[in-house]
């Protein structure tokens, strides 16, 4: 069975700092990864997606994740924070034929002023 | 383009109703599927379809039902609700043409919060 550990369910940084949201993902075949990102009281939207082409990933908003399959991870990174990145953040994982997505349970961000 | 309309928004039920929430997309895409959304629990797939009549279960399929008999509709059905299922729904589509489907990206609705009393 596929599936994706998000550590802190909570993270805090200041406006300016860097952000390190971390998912580490479980798979007997290499997987596809996502990051999605909800912004409050709205759907989920894609940030950014891995698909083997390339082991760094760049999204939308300055984010982006490295894939290390010796480590497993797949974290997602902005070098500076801003105030419109406070929202949930999930990763999500699925196999070739993409009929069932596995989210973690989610990384709220909070970013101070 | 509307994307993927999710029906209600907001809605109460007591313990024993039923209902459906509502679920359309006019991309033309040949996935959808159904999500719950709880705390601490992030999101659970419920039930997908790959196609006009074809469905299957997810991860948390008991206590809903689900058809497909269009390509653009997948409502979802609650038969006799129980508080267990209070939460926010999401509905996903995304095609599912091609040799790596799995790269396909979801496409999310705004979401239904559904409160059983």
């Known amino acids: 069975a596929q599936s994706v550990t998000q550590l802190g369910s909570h993270v805090s940084v200041s406006e300016g700092a860097l952000v390190l949201l971390r998912c580490n993902y479980s798979?007997?075949?290499?997987?596809?990864l996502f990051w999605y990102v909800q912004y409050p009281n709205q759907g989920l939207q894609l940030l950014l997606k891995y698909t083997s082409a390339a082991t760094l990933v760049k999204g939308i908003n300055g984010f982006e994740a490295e894939f290390k399959k010796s480590e497993t991870s797949f974290h997602l990174t902005k070098p500076s924070a801003h105030m419109s990145d406070a929202a949930e953040y999930f990763c999500a994982v699925t196999k070739n034929t993409g009929n069932q997505f596995y989210f973690g349970t989610g990384t709220s961000l909070t970013v101070i002023p | 383009n509307a994307g993927v309309t999710q029906t209600p928004k907001f809605q109460v039920l007591k313990t024993g109703q039923s209902m459906t929430l509502q679920c359309a997309q006019d991309?033309?895409?040949?996935?959808m599927s159904w999500y719950r959304q709880d705390p601490g629990m992030g999101l659970r797939l419920i039930h997908y379809s790959v196609g006009a009549g074809i469905t299957d279960q997810g991860e948390v399929p008991n206590g809903y039902n689900v058809s497909r008999s269009t390509t653009e509709d997948f409502p979802l059905r609650l038969l006799s609700a129980a508080p267990s299922q209070t939460s926010v729904y999401f509905c996903?589509?995304?095609?599912?043409?091609?040799?790596?489907?799995?790269?396909?990206?979801?496409?999310f609705g705004a979401g239904s919060r559904l409160t059983v009393l």
């Open positions: 996903a589509s995304s095609t599912v043409t091609g040799p790596s489907t799995g790269a396909n990206v979801l496409t």
């Open positions: 991309m033309n895409h040949e996935y």
């Open positions: 798979s007997s075949v290499p997987p596809y």
